[in-house]
């Protein structure tokens, strides 16, 4: 295997002329637009608090960070009235943070989420928070009575624990191992999500977590890109270029491809007397990506007008989605 890059790689600084003008780049070509083909995942911020603070994280979440509040059980399901409502009852409803089990209303949710018949997609760390009894007593209820439709996503960096505890803080990576074990104990449906922070190749990933998950008995397939899930390494201040239209059929990709092509995610910021929806589970901060307080509103097309749209989506291939 080879060996780890122990540092961030290296980068350009971004070309202060691009990703300013939402429908042309800084080289005056038409900006590419993804247009929403279908709601297929409504993602809900359930705040930006989170019990650790890591060092690049996508959303800037940590025990101090509060922009995004707390969202209630009553406000999700407004919002899956109001879909299907519109004819777009998504198939999942997923929930980020933050650290979701941070939000005393997330047992109420997946509760209500999951008795309405929908599959339930839950990023976490795994650590205090979803150890807590209460917490672990409403998981092993939901999961009873909805196997199969209950998925927890679990942040583990780097197979790595010297890696993984570079990012998440010393110690981290055995509270997460914890947490884990208590899934597989109970058997919650598990998923794992990895990032490329370090340098390594897809394939040393993989084969790094291949044993990592044969020596803790997880039932997790790292060769299976839903349940290992790998993401690009994120940098809005790394150079990259911008997607103009020409640039789908140039790479051979397609609008429909990307994330906000199926998804739409709901955030309650700080102050606000009632959430919003923004068109992106990674921009929840900037004010061009908001498209309103309805979905009935948020069903326009999305301009690709920032470095995270090129670097993480279209040239990248992530995507946070089911």
């Known amino acids: 295997m080879n060996q780890v ?11 202060p002329a691009k990703f300013k ?20 995942t409504l993602w809900f911020n359930t705040g930006t608090l989170c019990n650790i603070e890591c060092a690049n994280c ?46 005393p209303a ?14 339930v997609l839950v990023l ?19 999961n009873a009575r909805h196997h199969g439709r209950l998925v927890l996503r679990v942040s583990v960096d780097h197979w790595r624990q010297d890696l993984h505890d570079e990012e998440r803080g010393e110690g981290s990576f055995g509270e997460t191992l914890e947490g884990l074990r208590w899934l597989r104990d109970h058997n919650v449906s598990t998923a794992i999500a990895a990032r490329l922070r370090w340098g390594d190749r897809d394939e040393d990933m993989r084969a790094g977590f291949a044993n990592l998950i044969a020596r803790e008995k997880l039932n997790v397939d790292a060769r299976d890109p839903a349940a290992l899930v790998i ?58 990506f908001e498209l309103g307080p309805t979905l009935k509103n948020a069903m326009e097309p999305v301009r690709l007008n920032h470095p995270h749209c090129a670097k993480f989506c279209v040239l990248g291939g992530g995507s946070c989605k089911a």
């Open 58 to 103: 996508y959303i800037e979440s940590s025990p101090r960070n509060d922009r995004l509040t707390y969202l209630s059980a009553s406000e999700v399901t407004a919002y899956l009235d109001e879909a299907q409502a519109l004819n777009q009852r998504p198939a999942t409803a997923g929930f980020t943070g933050g650290e979701p089990f941070m939000n």
């Open 124 to 142: 976490t760390n795994a650590m205090k928070p979803m150890m807590r009894p209460r917490v672990q007593a409403a998981l092993k209820a939901a």
């Open 231 to 288: 993401f690009p390494e994120m940098d809005a201040r790394a150079d990259v270029p911008e997607i103009t239209v020409d640039c789908w059929r140039i790479l051979n990709k397609s609008p429909d491809d990307m994330m906000c092509a199926t998804s739409r995610m709901i955030v309650k910021r700080k102050g606000a007397l009632s959430p919003a929806v923004v068109a992106c589970t990674l921009l929840p901060y900037d004010p061009q």
């Open 21 to 40: 003008d939402p429908g042309t780049t800084a080289k005056g070509e038409r900006r590419a637009a993804v247009a929403l083909k279908r709601l297929e």
């Open 106 to 119: 997330m047992p109420a949710m997946l509760d209500q989420t999951l008795m309405r018949g929908y599959a």
């Open 5 to 15: 890059l122990q540092t961030l790689p290296s980068y350009a600084p971004l070309d």
